[in-house]
């Protein structure tokens, strides 16, 4: 009833988190009251094709907007939804879709490498990147810290946060034209304003988000935070990292045999399949 007095655009995540939990199985509702933008609206809240359909038919209405089926194909998370409502009632650009990265392509495209990686998945948009990773008790660092009372080290929730700003630098970053960032050039230079607000152990799960602040070749800047559930765990009002650009590779050219196109061997040879298929 506000929105529709007043048109203002801050009444609409309440009014979207309203209705799509009118579709969402009982049980399921108290995901959403965390306010999580990054829960999924298949995998976490259950949302299948039909129920999407009736969720857009009933905000279509309660907004007063109109919505093309085909805009609706990018949309995976709560975040996604309340992003794309509030583009649409400000006439605002589209923003691109959320990239979701699982920890095989995490692994794939990171320098960082297990036991030292800190990432079990994460999502990057132009805005930023956000990223999970659950304590399991085994890490090795644990076993020292402490004595019978096992912690995560505050240095390596920092540690964390900046592998999701490299993970962003590699996959959402925009390079310059005919360039890519280096996962080869990207490191730690330095952090302002770091606070530990909660003790975290096994068995807790990291939600991490980043935003980009400042990003001019070699330094990019970011903001992060760590919370597990709505408790604030960890923050960092800046993280600096240093990267260099690389010389884009093209996709390989491709020749047709017997109706088929194959890349060329020497096309093959000269380009990364790791790389190639992750792109893919």
Not at 174 to 202: D, N, Q, W
Not at 262 to 278: E, H, I
């Amino acid at each position: 009833m506000q929105f529709r007095k007043t048109g203002n655009p801050e009444h609409v995540p309440a009014v979207v988190i309203g209705i799509v939990e009118r579709f969402v199985e009982p049980d399921l509702r108290i995901k959403l009251k965390d306010a999580d933008d990054d829960l999924r609206l298949i995998e976490d809240l259950g949302i299948d094709s039909l129920t999407m359909m009736e969720i857009v038919i009933l905000v279509e209405d309660v907004l007063q907007l109109s919505i093309n089926n085909d805009e609706l194909r990018n949309l995976r998370t709560v975040g996604d939804v309340k992003t794309f409502i509030d583009c649409k009632i400000r006439g605002l650009a589209l923003p691109k879709p959320t990239k979701f990265i699982p920890i095989e392509q995490i692994a794939a495209v990171m320098p960082i490498q297990p036991p030292f990686l800190f990432l079990n998945e994460a999502s990057v948009s132009s805005s930023g990147a956000n990223g999970k990773y659950k304590i399991t008790g085994q890490e090795f660092f644990l076993q020292g810290h402490f004595k019978n009372n096992p912690v995560m080290p505050a240095s390596i929730m920092l540690e964390a946060l900046g592998q999701l700003a490299v993970l962003y630098l590699l996959e959402g970053a925009a390079p310059e034209p005919g360039k890519v960032i280096s996962s080869s050039l990207i490191y730690f230079t330095g952090c302002e304003g770091v606070r530990a607000h909660r003790v975290c152990r096994p068995g807790d799960i990291l939600t991490l988000s980043i935003k980009p602040k400042r990003m001019k070749m070699p330094l990019a800047t970011f903001e992060g935070a760590i919370r597990v559930g709505q408790e604030k765990a960890a923050i960092a009002e800046e993280i600096t990292l240093t990267f260099g650009y690389a010389e884009a590779v093209m996709p390989p050219p491709v020749t047709e045999i017997n109706g088929h196109t194959t890349p060329k061997p020497d096309a093959v040879a000269a380009t990364s399949p790791l790389r190639v298929a992750v792109n893919a």
